[in-house]
C-alpha cells in the first residue's frame, strides 16, 4: 500500500505519516519562535543623530554580511553531514527531526539576513530625507519600517534572525551530539 508523492518517491503509509509528523512538530517551533518573540517588550525609540544612525546601518550591513556567511555554512555542514556515508543514516527520528529543523530554521535565518541587507539602503534613504535637529528619535532606525511603509521594523526582522539561527545551530548541535553518542 505505498502511495506515490509529488516528487516520485514511493513510500509507504507509516513513513508518510513519520514525514508529516516531523513537518507539525518544524511549524510548531516556528510558532513557539514567533511566540516568544511577540512577548517581548515594545522597544522605545532613542534619540541620536544621523551620524549615529547612519554608523548603525553600517554596522548592521557588516553583522548582516557576516552572519549570512556563518548561515550559509551551517546549510552546508549540515547538507556534509546528512549525506556523508560515514555520519548521518538519517533512520532514527531524533536525527530525522533534528536535522529538518536545522535546515528549516538556518535557512529561514539565511532568507532574514538577505532581507535585512536588502532594506539597508531604503533605511539610510529613510535617514538623509529628514530635515531634524542634530538629535531626535525619527533617526532610531531600529524602529523604522523594513521596506516600504509594512509595520515590521527592522529590530524586529534582526531579533527573528537572531532566534532562527539561534534555535537552528542549536538543533544542529544537538544532531552532532546524539550522532557522537549513538556512535560511541
Known amino acids: 500500500m505505498s502511495e506515490q508523492l509529488s516528487l516520485g518517491v514511493k513510500l509507504d503509509q507509516n513513513t508518510e505519516m513519520e514525514w508529516y509528523c516531523y ?107 529628514h530635515l531634524l535637529g542634530a538629535f531626535s528619535p525619527e533617526y532610531d532606525i531600529y524602529e523604522k519600517s523594513l521596506l516600504g511603509n509594512s509595520k515590521l521594523t527592522l529590530g524586529y526582522c534582526l531579533t527573528v534572525n537572531h532566534w532562527l539561527w539561534g534555535v537552528g545551530l542549536g538543533s544542529f548541535g544537538i544532531l552532532v551530539i546524539y550522532h557522537l553518542l549513538r556512535t560511541i
Open 23 to 129: 513537518l507539525l512538530g518544524i511549524v510548531l517551533s516556528f510558532a513557539i519562535v514567533f511566540t516568544l518573540i511577540s512577548f517581548l517588550p515594545s522597544p522605545k525609540k532613542y534619540i541620536t543623530s544621523r551620524d549615529g544612525a547612519m554608523q548603525a546601518i553600517g554596522l548592521i550591513q557588516e553583522w548582516a554580511k557576516w552572519v549570512s556567511g556563518i548561515q550559509t555554512l551551517s546549510i552546508g555542514g549540515l547538507a556534509w553531514f546528512a549525506f556523508d556515508d560515514h555520519c548521518l543514516t538519517l533512520n532514527h527520528c531524533p536525527e530525522k527531526f533534528l536535522a529538518l529543523l536545522a535546515f528549516a530554521m538556518i535557512g529561514s535565518a539565511i532568507f532574514c539576513s538577505a532581507w535585512i541587507l536588502s532594506s539597508l539602503p531604503l533605511q539610510a534613504m529613510k535617514i538623509h530625507n
